[in-house]
């Protein structure tokens, strides 16, 4: 258990809607990361927030959206669902902005499932 | 940009034999670079990273790495492999962001997955 939960574990949902992924880091941890694991993809970066502000970004769709909110849990938006958006969404965190010392560890991930 | 490779999508090795997943990394700075491990149905776990240090990294469950820059490689190795080992293999790095020192997101190889055969 790498301390970092993420609901829900499924979600099932059809064409066109829009969903909200949660992820509540480990504690004492600053830095939370979005990822998204596709068949067809791999393993792709969508978006990091630190201490509640973006800092960076990497693959992420104009439909998708995330924050971070003050007690430092994190959502993930996605609107406008389309088939190719199945996949499974990890949500990791650090300690701090991303150094040497900065652990990524990952939580269980959130399965979407768009019919 | 940089970039991972992982050679070979699926490896297969009997117990107690070597297990060497390959990795090569493109970056244009001194990366980082991360093993990570996925087992059915879960998230990924941290094996070993190497962050400048010692280019012989050490990691959890038996496992180590060496960074070759000459070679600009990053496999993994474990002497004798169980059945517990099983599982999906990730080769990862990261660089310094664009905007200040501090590294960003990992880039992730395909992967490779592990059987180990009775």
């Known amino acids: 258990d790498s301390g970092v939960t993420q609901t829900p574990k499924h979600l099932i949902t059809a064409t066109g809607q829009r969903v909200t992924l949660r992820c509540s880091p480990r504690?004492?941890?600053?830095?939370v990361y979005w990822y998204q694991q596709s068949l067809d993809q791999g393993l792709q970066f969508l978006i990091q927030y630190y201490n509640g502000e973006e800092r960076a970004k990497g693959n992420i769709l104009e439909r998708f959206s995330a924050q971070q909110f003050p007690d430092l849990h994190s959502e993930l938006n996605l609107s406008s669902l389309e088939l190719g958006d199945s996949a499974l969404y990890f949500c990791a965190s650090s300690v701090g902005i991303g150094t040497s010392t900065d652990t990524q560890y990952f939580g269980p991930g959130t399965r979407l499932t768009v019919l | 940009a940089q970039s991972v490779t992982q050679l070979g999508s699926h490896v297969s090795v009997s117990e107690g034999a070597l297990v060497l997943l390959r990795c090569n990394y493109s970056s244009s700075v001194p990366p980082y670079l991360f093993w990570y491990v996925q087992y059915p149905n879960q998230g990924l776990q941290l094996l070993l990273k190497?962050?400048?240090?010692?280019?012989l990294v050490k990691g959890i469950n038996g496992f180590e790495a060496e960074f070759k820059k000459s070679e600009t490689s990053f496999h993994l190795t474990k002497p004798s492999a169980h059945m517990s080992d099983a599982a999906e293999y990730f080769c990862a790095v990261s660089v310094p962001g664009a905007s200040d020192t501090g590294r960003r997101a990992l880039t992730f190889g395909s992967g490779t997955r592990l059987q180990v055969q009775p």
């Open positions: 504690s004492g941890d600053l830095s």
């Open positions: 190497y962050t400048s240090a010692a280019t």
